[in-house]
């Protein structure tokens, strides 16, 4: 067997191991019993159908019904919405994410003293670090389950233990080790007349049998797969089981069996309308071709597989189809032309990198915050920096010119991306000091001003100094400069909170009304004062989906500004109606002094500058800041306009209830 062929034919091996459902980078979703209740079955599906790049949805779907679960006391769908969390995120690569809610689960699973859903998580946990290619660990964990499974007489649990070992040795190249695992399962069958496995198990076996080089006793493995596949009428299985026959053909040198035995495949998936499964054996054909030395025939074969592998978006396809153009030009002479196919895969690893780069990027933002983020983008470019010199080696042999080129446009590349984020840092420091620089100036001036000046009116009436009328008129004061400097204390509490612990969101359905009356009833005494008109405007009914507290906070603080700014006799205006994609915009409309033009866009900023109302109260500014992070927080916009009439309308949209 030659270096060429062998490579392809272990290649395509790999993948019947790829797509086997019990292997350790490809595991079946968690099974769902009697006890799941339908509650959490439509969470289950919810999750399942989300985006994989919308890691965030994912988790926050997944909190919500964690939640959910806890508030019931239901500790068994607790545990699945766990495991049903971390299969997802672990099938879409966030393995630091999967981790975290696996071992959750497993801790339930405990608590529960659930053996089989124990031995189940255990398992899976095993599966996820032979994804991270610590076999090892891995190890550790399907031997802690097979234990498990053993001591509660849990077979299902031995058999799947095994067989996840069996696949370890495969991947740390021991097939004689592997061997006698897949053989424990053929005993835990025989003893308990069951069937855990017996197709993966039969394909596993034979991939084994070629890897030894025992081709007759891999093919009969593989003949044995495709009969149970027919009797089971799974097409793909069937398919699978006819592509590894024809290669076991291909490397017997019998090529016309081999072509005739792929063709068979290849009719499977056509008239069952597996298109992927259809390409993927179809690639075989010209290798067979490429072993006859039919080079030309080979190539535009290959030609006319790429553009179905581009039509149909199949990237680990294409890139394997133009890894043999790169061969079948060499064997041709024709060196441009296998520059320009191996150039073309090479654009397309680049492509996967970036894209595994920033979903690392995504789950270090969903898990570690945005320190952690950043080593993650470090790691990625540390990861596209190795493959570019890896491939740069391979360049010197072609062309000596193009290896100066890449290094020079990778080392500008490298130069901008410092700069950008040199650029950032600036920006991010110049914007924390100016919140530093506010937050003292609130504390030393408006805040100790209030304090002091209360200090000496409280020294006049220990002293005797103020007649009974100067007393009422002073300790009015004093209330309305301790009610001040309690709210701007509030304030700044709040904010360091969310400064400190971040916003940690638990959005729930909420009546507008209710919270809006609320509010207005704390103010009466202020709105009384001013004898100002105030209108709520079509709310009845109306509800929203956020977090309630920042809603609460929100309309506190709109209110309180639409009070200071309007004078005596004034009207406001509370409205809510239907806005864009599922969205509701609330607004507070006041006819006050209204704010100018040019200081519209900056109220919200952290080094806005608050002004004096219309009796000549004082505020910090910061109420505004902080509104304007909860409503992004919650996914909204907040913004000021100009009033039509007179005055201004503050304005912030959110989630319909």
Same mark, same amino acid.
């Given at each position: 067997m030659n270096f060429k062929s062998q490579k392809f034919f272990f290649f395509f091996l790999t993948i019947a191991l790829f797509f086997s459902l019990q292997t350790i980078f490809c595991f079946a979703d968690p099974k769902t019993t009697d006890q799941d209740s339908v509650k959490l079955g439509k969470y289950l599906s919810i999750l399942k159908k989300i985006d994989p790049k919308n890691v965030d949805s994912i988790i926050a779907i997944s909190d919500k019904a964690i939640l959910d679960f806890k508030h019931q006391n239901s500790e068994y769908d607790l545990c699945k919405i766990n495991q049903g969390t971390g299969f997802i995120l672990s099938k879409y690569g966030y393995l630091g994410l999967s981790e975290k809610y696996y071992t959750d689960a497993l801790a339930l699973s405990k608590k529960i003293k659930n053996t089989s859903l124990e031995v189940d998580i255990t398992n899976s946990l095993g599966v996820l670090w032979g994804k991270r290619g610590d076999f090892l660990k891995a190890e550790s964990y399907f031997l802690k389950a097979l234990l498990s499974a053993k001591k509660t007489n849990y077979q299902e649990g031995v058999a799947a233990a095994y067989?996840?070992?069996?696949?370890?040795?495969?991947?740390?190249?021991?097939?004689?080790?592997?061997?006698?695992?897949?053989?424990?399962?053929?005993?835990?069958?025989? @003893?308990?007349?069951?069937?855990?496995? @017996?197709?993966?198990?039969?394909?596993?076996?034979?991939?084994?049998?070629?890897?030894?080089?025992?081709?007759?006793?891999?093919?009969?493995?593989?003949?044995?797969?495709?009969?149970?596949?027919?009797?089971?009428?799974?097409?793909?299985?069937?398919?699978?089981?006819?592509?590894?026959?024809?290669?076991?053909?291909?490397?017997?040198?019998?090529?016309?069996?081999?072509?005739?035995?792929?063709?068979?495949?290849?009719?499977?998936?056509?008239?069952?309308?597996?298109?992927?499964?259809?390409?993927?054996?179809?690639?075989?054909?010209?290798?067979?071709?490429?072993?006859?030395?039919?080079?030309?025939?080979?190539?535009?074969?290959?030609?006319?597989?790429?553009?179905?592998?581009?039509?149909?978006?199949?990237?680990?396809?294409?890139?394997?189809?133009?890894?043999?153009?790169?061969?079948?030009?060499?064997?041709?002479?024709?060196?441009?032309?296998?520059?320009?196919?191996?150039?073309?895969?090479?654009?397309?690893?680049?492509?996967?990198?970036?894209?595994?780069?920033?979903?690392?990027?995504?789950?270090?933002?969903?898990?570690?915050?945005?320190?952690?983020?950043?080593?993650?983008?470090?790691?990625?470019?540390?990861?596209?920096?190795?493959? #570019?010199?890896?491939?740069?080696?391979?360049?010197?042999?072609?062309?000596?010119?193009?290896?100066?080129?890449?290094?020079?446009?990778?080392?500008?590349? #490298?130069?901008?991306?410092?700069?950008?984020?040199?650029?950032?840092?600036?920006?991010?420091?110049?914007?924390?000091?100016?919140?530093?620089?506010?937050?003292?100036?609130?504390?030393?001036?408006?805040?100790?001003?209030?304090?002091?000046?209360?200090?000496?009116?409280?020294?006049?009436?220990?002293?005797?100094?103020?007649?009974?009328?100067?007393?009422?008129?002073?300790?009015?004061?004093?209330?309305?400069?301790?009610?001040?400097?309690?709210?701007?204390?509030?304030?700044?509490?709040?904010?360091?909170?969310?400064?400190?612990?971040?916003?940690?969101?638990?959005?729930?359905?909420?009546?507008?009304?209710?919270?809006?009356?609320?509010?207005?009833?704390?103010?009466?005494?202020a709105i009384n004062e001013k004898k100002l008109v105030l209108n709520t405007i079509d709310l009845e009914g109306k509800s929203i989906f956020m977090d309630a507290n920042h809603f609460a906070f929100i309309i506190r603080n709109l209110m309180a500004n639409a009070i200071k700014f309007t004078p005596s006799n004034g009207q406001i205006n509370i409205y809510a109606e239907n806005h864009q994609n599922n969205l509701i915009k609330i607004c507070v409309a006041d006819n006050g002094i209204g704010i100018p033009e040019e200081d519209l866009k900056n109220i919200f900023l952290p080094d806005s500058k608050s002004r004096r109302g219309t009796n000549n109260e004082k505020g910090t500014g910061l109420g505004l800041t902080l509104c304007n992070e909860f409503v992004m927080a919650n996914g909204g916009k907040i913004w000021a306009e100009q009033n039509n009439n007179q005055g201004t309308v503050l304005c912030f949209t959110c989630e319909k209830g």
């Open positions: 067989f996840k070992l069996g696949v370890v040795r495969t991947k740390q190249n021991k097939p004689n080790e592997a061997l006698e695992f897949y053989l424990k399962v053929d005993s835990v069958n025989q @003893k308990n007349g069951t069937h855990f496995l @017996k197709n993966d198990l039969i394909a596993n076996k034979a991939i084994i049998y070629a890897i030894r080089g025992d081709l007759d006793n891999a093919l009969k493995q593989f003949e044995l797969s495709y009969k149970i596949a027919a009797e089971e009428r799974n097409l793909i299985n069937q398919v699978l089981a006819l592509q590894n026959i024809g290669l076991v053909y291909k490397e017997k040198k019998q090529y016309q069996k081999a072509l005739s035995i792929l063709e068979k495949g290849i009719n499977t998936a056509k008239k069952s309308n597996l298109k992927e499964e259809e390409l993927r054996i179809t690639i075989n054909v010209p290798l067979v071709v490429f072993e006859q030395k039919k080079y030309h025939l080979a190539q535009t074969q290959l030609l006319d597989l790429l553009k179905k592998a581009k039509k149909l978006g199949l990237e680990d396809l294409q890139v394997e189809i133009y890894n043999v153009l790169v061969e079948t030009s060499e064997a041709q002479n024709n060196f441009k032309s296998a520059f320009d196919y191996y150039k073309s895969g090479s654009n397309i690893k680049d492509k996967q990198i970036n894209e595994q780069k920033q979903r690392a990027l995504a789950e270090a933002n969903a898990s570690l915050g945005l320190y952690k983020a950043n080593a993650k983008i470090l790691e990625g470019n540390q990861l596209l920096f190795q493959t #570019r010199k890896e491939r740069n080696i391979i360049l010197v042999v072609l062309i000596a010119i193009a290896i100066l080129s890449f290094v020079l446009i990778f080392v500008l590349i #490298r130069l901008k991306n410092t700069n950008d984020e040199l650029s950032i840092s600036k920006i991010e420091l110049t914007e924390s000091n100016s919140i530093k620089n506010k937050l003292f100036s609130i504390i030393g001036h408006d805040l100790r001003g209030g304090h002091g000046s209360t200090l000496g009116i409280l020294g006049l009436i220990k002293n005797g100094d103020l007649d009974a009328e100067e007393q009422a008129k002073y300790l009015d004061l004093i209330i309305k400069q301790s009610t001040s400097s309690l709210e701007t204390l509030d304030d700044l509490l709040l904010w360091g909170k969310a400064q400190i612990k971040g916003n940690n969101l638990q959005k729930v359905n909420i009546q507008i009304l209710p919270v809006i009356q609320k509010v207005i009833d704390l103010n009466i005494k």
